[in-house]
């Protein structure tokens, strides 16, 4: 791969863009140039639904992933694709828990987005990636890590959609 989103300078990089653009848009909100309220107006169903929403992203984006990681260990292409999206999911956790904490809770928005969108590509990356590595060598591949990268790319991106839809409409606009 020429360009790839599955090598320690790509993932360095984006996570510096994708701090200095959250600090941007805090910086701006700050200042009053973005109108972005710091809260998100969610309903009671909605604040619900988040509060399920959480658990379910943990165990199906860090949990699943990190039992794949473990069971093909001995895989370099798939121990590559696993570390790389779970070394970005744990610097996106850290960064929306620190973006909540000390500036504004609905910064976590962009930075879901940011990093949604970033995962569903090195996803998508990492699948073209093992299935090229896989037909080439001769191997089979297994239907346990395929079943694995399409699981995560559709609940990443139904996860996008539920930001576009329900986050994005619910973060406080100031006039």
Do not use: C
Not at 48 to 67: M, T
Not at 130 to 155: A, D, E
Request: proline content about 3%; cysteine-free.
């Amino acid at each position: 791969m020429k360009f790839s989103l599955l090598q320690w300078r790509t993932t360095i990089t984006f996570l510096i863009v994708a701090t200095l653009l959250i600090l941007l848009a805090a910086g701006l909100t700050r200042i009053g140039i973005l109108p972005m309220g710091p809260n998100f107006d969610y309903t009671n169903a909605e604040q619900q639904f988040f509060s399920i929403w959480i658990w379910v992203a943990l165990a199906v984006g860090l949990v699943l992933p990190l039992i794949g990681y473990w069971f093909y260990q001995r895989d370099r292409e798939i121990r590559q694709v696993l570390g790389f999206y779970l070394l970005v999911l744990i610097v996106q956790i850290i960064t929306e828990q620190l973006v909540g904490f000390f500036l504004f809770p609905s910064l976590v928005a962009i930075s879901g987005a940011l990093y949604t969108l970033y995962r569903i590509a090195q996803l998508w990356q990492g699948y073209q990636w093992i299935r090229r590595h896989q037909k080439q060598s001769g191997s089979k591949s297994s239907i346990g890590i395929v079943s694995l990268l399409w699981g995560l790319l559709l609940f990443w991106s139904s996860n996008l959609a539920i930001l576009l839809g329900i986050s994005f409409p619910a973060i406080s606009f100031d006039s």
